[in-house]
């Protein structure tokens, strides 16, 4: 299990290689980047001493992404189910103490939502969310879900609780294609600060989920960090250790990678300890795609519209669209409240036309399936 190997991974030892980069280590990287890049690699190309290498790491970045997925951007949406959960973790809005109106859509209100999903966008990539309440809202209730979803999508991911490897399989066979899971930090020393009831206290439970799935054989897994709560280079680092990790036990999975920013709080709520930059955003995504050419990166509605028409050239793979971050928020409940507040509130088709004003293509299927569709046409 990935906590083994986590183990002799020290945080504070990371921190400090990271920043005693210099420019000769990240030159070496960049040198380096057309074959694959060790995770001290990808530290030097997140390091202070990369900035100024920015423009060279966006070409090499951009040349990579293009071999790999040409000049598309998939397009995905989210449905969220429920926002009842049994977490308190202190960042989010919908924590267990907070004094909400809790929702746990039913059969008839979920095929409600997808027709109004299927109004706004031709979406194939639907993305089922929850909060963690196995209770009401366990495996069971995801599988009908996904049941009904799948006439209507072809690519059916989750973004819940992490699960037993049995249950992963049960939602596979029904029709389950990917996972995203975000270990929010991976410092072990400060994970229950954020996090100090519930099952995603439990640190080597949510981080050995991802083995779980692999284990599973769900063929794609999407991972990410909360950029905010600990110093995020260290956090990303630990992220491509993780990253090479899963490739190297799971080398049949696919694999994506996302790193939302948290937004300082108007209301008073939980501040973020560490605000990322534009700059230092682009930075990272940069750096990953060196880092790996064939990884997914996405980037959610939490971006505002400008720094994603901006980013669309660097990179990026996968972008949400349409985006309702509260359980019904296309039909069923459109004033309930939001997980997170959506920075980009432009149609899909909206979307679509800055997509492709900026000389890129929008695809609405996963990107394997549209590989394998250019092969079948290739070689009818």
Known sequence: MFSDELENISWEETTGLIYAKTTADV?????????????????????????????????????????????????????????????????????????????????DEIRNELMAIKEIGPFQNLLLVTGENPRDAGVDYLEKAI????????????????????????????????????????????????????MKSKFDWRVNGFDRMGQSRVHKVGMGVLIGLEDWRT???????????????YWKTKYSVNFPRMRPSENGHFQPNIIMTDKEYVQLMLAFRLFDHDVDISVSTRENKEFRNNIIQLGVTS??????????????????????????????????????????????????ECLQDEFNTQTA
């Open 27 to 107: 030159e070496r990287a960049i040198k380096k980047s057309k074959d694959q890049l060790s995770v001290d690699d990808f530290m030097a190309l997140i390091s202070p001493a990369a900035e100024p290498y920015l423009e060279q790491m966006a070409q090499l970045s951009r040349e990579y992404t293009q071999m790999r997925f040409g000049k598309t951007i998939s397009m995905y949406v989210p449905l969220y189910l429920t926002n009842s959960c049994m977490n308190s973790c202190v960042y989010c809005g919908f924590q267990h103490s907070n004094p909400i109106k809790r929702t746990i859509l039913t059969e």
């Open 147 to 198: 049941r009904i979803a799948k006439p209507l999508f072809n690519n059916l991911s989750i973004e819940v609780m992490p699960l037993a490897t049995n249950e992963y399989a049960q939602l596979t066979q029904a029709g389950l294609y990917g996972v995203v899971c975000f270990q929010e930090t991976y410092n072990k020393a400060r994970y229950n600060v954020y996090h100090p009831r519930g």
């Open 235 to 249: 956090d990303v680092s630990m992220l491509a250790h993780h990253l090479r990790y899963m490739q190297k036990n």
């Open 319 to 368: 972008m949400s669209a349409g985006s309702k971050t509260d359980p019904g928020g296309y039909a069923t409940y459109p004033q309930a409240l939001e997980q997170f507040a959506v920075s980009d509130e432009r149609t899909p088709r909206v979307v679509e036309s800055d997509i492709c004003k900026n000389g890129y293509e929008v695809v609405w299927k996963d990107w394997d």
